[in-house]
């Protein structure tokens, strides 16, 4: 009797365990180190056109551009998701050349920042960089947002190649807010270079 309860017990936590990673993204399974989604980070220009992603998952990696660090927390950054296969294909249209290495990515997120917040104070730009804190801290978001990508399984290619007066018309895009980038989200079909880097020294000097 007894070893039919422990048996019993050790199945319904099995169940249990099973459960909870069928139910979440594949983060949950791959649960890649700090480094490890380091290294394997690319920018990736070709995509596996057979599998999606939820709006729940992109929610999931949104979520996480709002742990970044932001001048006296302005949080300028906003996003524009296209995950319709309408929207999707319209955007296709406006990142030039870029249009065939992303064709077949599920997701095409448009990175903006509100001017006039990050790097002012009572309307007064702080220091001569101005509005270039605002691009800053949307850096700083997207860079959250392509590591944490890359810890869900997904992949991303960020765009400054785009139509900035278009994707503006498409998603009635504020004036106060100035179109970065778009980030193509998805999976590697392939494995992409990783392409050649400057040596250390070449970037950094120690005093
Ligand atoms: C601000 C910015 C704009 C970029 N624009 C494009 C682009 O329009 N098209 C493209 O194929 N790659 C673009 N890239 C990707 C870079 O070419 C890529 O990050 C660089 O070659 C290093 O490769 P890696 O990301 O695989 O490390 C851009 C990257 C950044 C950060």
């Known amino acids: 009797m007894r070893k039919s309860i422990a048996l019993c017990a050790a199945l319904s936590l099995l169940t249990l365990v099973s459960c909870s990673s069928n139910s979440n993204s594949a983060q949950t399974t791959l649960s890649p180190s700090f480094d490890e989604v ?3 980070r690319r920018s990736v220009r070709s ?6 992603i939820s709006e729940e998952e992109v929610r999931e990696l949104l979520l996480s551009t709002q742990e970044a660090p932001s001048w006296a927390n302005q949080q300028p950054s906003k996003y524009y998701v296209a995950i319709s296969a309408e929207k999707v294909a319209a955007v296709q249209d ?3 050349s870029n249009k065939d290495r992303i064709k077949d990515a599920p997701v095409l997120i448009v990175s903006t920042f509100e001017r006039g917040k990050s790097g002012f104070f009572h309307g007064n730009a702080s220091n001569e960089v101005g509005d270039g804190w605002g691009a800053y801290d949307n850096g700083l978001s997207n860079g959250y947002l392509i590591l944490k990508a890359r810890a869900m399984g997904f992949d991303t290619l960020i765009m400054g190649m785009r139509d900035a007066d278009a994707l503006r018309d498409l998603f009635s895009i504020p004036a106060e807010e100035t179109i970065m980038a778009v980030i193509a989200l ?5 494995e ?10 070449e970037i950094v000097k120690f005093f």
Do not use: C, M, N, W
Not at 47 to 52: E, F, L, M, P, T
Not at 186 to 190: E, L, N
Not at 192 to 201: A, V
């Open 38 to 40: 380091i290294a394997s």
């Open 47 to 52: 995509y596996d056109a057979s599998k999606k």
């Open 94 to 96: 406006l990142v030039g």
């Open 186 to 190: 998805g999976y590697r079909s392939g």
């Open 192 to 201: 992409p270079k990783r392409p050649e880097h400057r040596s250390l020294d």
